[in-house]
């Protein structure tokens, strides 16, 4: 996990997908956020706006929390918990340990992809995948 900073709504989108995990949800958390994404700064304007707050406080982590809670009731989740889970100092760590594996193999971004070792960094086309899956094809063969 390796929330972009450059993303307003990553961190706590990624505190969400692993507090739904903690109900065995991950996937289809992971799911409700990618389908949303474009929506994010619609939905978190109407959400500050719902709970009495200026449209200045429309991307604070509040506000983001409040709204991935409601994506949470939608997937039937337990929503206390889930707000709880939320706040666990271990999922930060875990985001937190996770991000620095990442950043340490080059990965700053998405998509990366790694083949054998070898990092195809963004979104490559099917040829560069072959080539550098039959590169390391042909690394085995002379073994």
Not at 84 to 110: C, F, H, N, Q, S
Not at 119 to 128: E, I, M, V
């Amino acid at each position: 996990m390796h929330p972009l900073p450059s993303h307003a709504f990553a961190m706590v989108a990624a505190q969400a997908a692993l507090a739904a995990q903690q109900q065995g949800k991950f996937m289809e958390m992971h799911e409700k956020l990618l389908s949303n994404m474009r929506n994010f700064n619609g939905m978190a304007s109407a959400k500050a706006t719902e709970l009495g707050l200026g449209a200045d406080k429309a991307r604070s982590v509040a506000v983001q929390k409040a709204m991935f809670t409601d994506f949470a009731q939608d997937l039937g989740l337990d929503t206390a918990r889930f707000e709880m889970d939320l706040e666990d100092p271990k999922l930060m760590a875990r985001i937190k340990e996770e991000t620095g594996e990442v950043v340490a193999v080059g990965a700053t971004g998405t998509p990366a992809s790694f083949i054998n070792g070898k990092y195809l960094r963004g979104a490559q086309p099917f040829t560069s995948f072959k080539a550098a899956v039959d590169q390391a094809l042909d690394k085995i063969a002379k073994k």
